[in-house]
């Protein structure tokens, strides 16, 4: 039986690997990867990009501030997800394509009604109601 332990460690080591490389990133890190460069790294519309840009990014702190101080959730989703309107050709806003890999869960962005979203912009706009004024 011993050894039948020892034939099974490096297994599950390498399963624990595995995991850890499919880890999901979190909101925070999604957004420094594909946001902060045009929105900055504290999403006041301050990014590196944001001078070479015909629009200024949004600031992201006062999105619930320019809300009536709710977090337009549904709003925020629809713009990063596009699912409404999309890409109308006038933002410079790209699309994520890796952002919609993976899980869909539950996001209610406010409007009481649940769409099954990609796990990764459920993050993201988790972390911008985080960074709300
Ligand atoms: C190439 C630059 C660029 C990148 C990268 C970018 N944005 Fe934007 N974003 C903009 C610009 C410019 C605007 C303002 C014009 C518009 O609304 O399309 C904007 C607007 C927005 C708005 C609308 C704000 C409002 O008041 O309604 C949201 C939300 C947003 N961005 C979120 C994000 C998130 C989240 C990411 C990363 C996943 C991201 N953006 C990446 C340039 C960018």
Not at 86 to 96: A, N, V
């Amino acid at each position: 039986m011993m050894r039948h332990a020892w034939m099974i460690l490096p297994a599950l080591m390498s399963l624990a690997a595995c995991v850890e490389k499919d880890k999901v990133p979190s909101g925070a890190e999604d957004f420094a990867t594909f946001c902060s460069a045009c929105h900055g790294a504290g999403g006041k519309g301050d990014g590196d990009a944001a001078a070479t840009l015909d629009r200024k990014p949004a600031d992201l702190t006062g999105l619930s501030a320019r809300n009536g101080g709710a977090f337009p959730g549904t709003r925020v989703m629809a713009k990063i997800w596009g699912y409404t309107g999309g890409h109308d050709g006038k933002s410079p806003m790209p699309q994520f394509g890796p952002l919609l890999q993976g899980e869909l869960v539950p996001y209610d962005g406010g409007d009481g009604i649940a769409t099954p979203t990609p796990v990764r912009l459920v993050g993201i706009a988790q972390y911008l109601k985080t960074l709300q004024d």
